[in-house]
């Protein structure tokens, strides 16, 4: 019996074969995937991993893909994303959330204000799931994850074991952590304030007018390209002020509305995208002498 075989009759439907991951990226772009593994708990997570101990299967996570360029040729081995078992959401005492991986930020800043708990609110203006939220401390308007994070249950890919890591743990830094990536994160809780419940909306409201008037939507982007190097070094003014936001290769081009956002503008390849970055990386670096770094994962071959 061949290895796909042997994994889609223990697995079932939850592995697929040659799986498209185009379907799985913000860019809609990306070849196939040897194997994507959408696990429907924890249980049949840890399963699969001790196969893969004899497998040896290279591992890929992926999130809600809101960040992740998928290169053309697709990612070798096996691609796991997180199935719609891991999106769920509760309420532990007052002001705590206790939050499946795979759940929506937006998802979770809309619960939160419906059970009157605030300081959550930058959650509604953040693309993709919580996980990967974690992962890269994402923020906006002055809030991030390390200052609403309390633990996370992780499961250790190399030792197949369910763990739970405290906030106090995990260092945090501008769009990024410590976080290995031999942890697959399964679930997170998270800590608010008792705020009313039009206080709270009024508040998201205005963080959500305020990305709208400043940031594309409904196009296929994958968000802020480059991290911004501080307040005043913002990565889309470095772009504009070295004339590189009317740049384009191929079918892809850069927003109008936000230059650090690029844009599969209907029949871009991820290489066509992947040639822009660095295009746009070595033009700002030539003129003034800054190494633009990426905010968004680029995986695949």
């Known amino acids: 019996m061949s290895l796909d075989q042997k994994l889609i009759k223990k697995f079932g439907d939850n592995i697929s074969k040659d799986a498209k991951l185009s379907n799985y990226s913000w860019f809609n772009l990306g070849g196939p995937a040897d194997f994507l593994f959408k696990p429907r708990n924890s249980d049949q ?10 497998n040896k299967l290279k591992i890929t996570i992926i999130g809600a893909g809101s960040n992740t360029l998928i290169r053309d040729k ?4 096996v691609v796991i994303k997180l199935g719609p ?12 959330l206790d939050v499946g991986a795979a759940t929506l930020d937006r998802k979770i800043s809309n619960f939160a204000k419906e059970n009157e708990v605030g300081n959550l609110e930058f959650l509604s203006c953040i693309p993709g799931s919580i996980g990967g939220a974690v992962i890269m401390n994402s923020g906006c308007y002055e809030s991030d994850i390390s200052k609403v994070l309390v633990s996370l249950k992780v499961i250790d890919i190399n030792e197949c074991k369910e763990k739970e890591i405290k906030c106090d743990n995990i260092k945090f830094f501008y769009r990024g952590s410590n976080l290995a990536d031999k942890f697959i994160i399964t679930s997170v ?3 608010g304030v008792i705020k009313s419940k039009s206080l ?6 205005e963080m959500i007018e305020k990305k709208k008037l400043s940031q594309p939507s409904q196009i296929k982007t994958c968000g802020s390209t480059f991290k911004n190097l501080s307040s005043e070094k913002k990565a ?3 772009i504009k002020e070295t004339g590189c936001d009317k740049f384009e290769e191929g079918d892809a081009k850069i ?3 936000h230059c650090n956002f690029f844009v599969n503008n209907g029949s ?9 970055i660095y295009k746009v990386k070595q033009s700002v670096e030539k003129k003034t002498g800054i190494n633009l770094e990426l905010e968004i994962k680029i995986i695949g071959e």
Do not use: P, T, Y
């Open 189 to 191: 809780r998270l800590k």
């Open 85 to 96: 078992e891991f999106s769920n959401i509760k309420l532990i005492g007052k002001d705590i």
């Open 268 to 276: 871009a390849r991820s290489a066509d995208i992947e040639k822009l």
């Open 74 to 77: 697709g990612v070798r081995g």
């Open 236 to 238: 889309w003014k470095l």
């Open 200 to 205: 709270i909306e009024k508040k998201q409201q």
């Open 255 to 257: 927003s109008d509305k």
């Open 45 to 54: 997570l840890l399963e699969f991993l001790r196969e893969n101990k004899k």
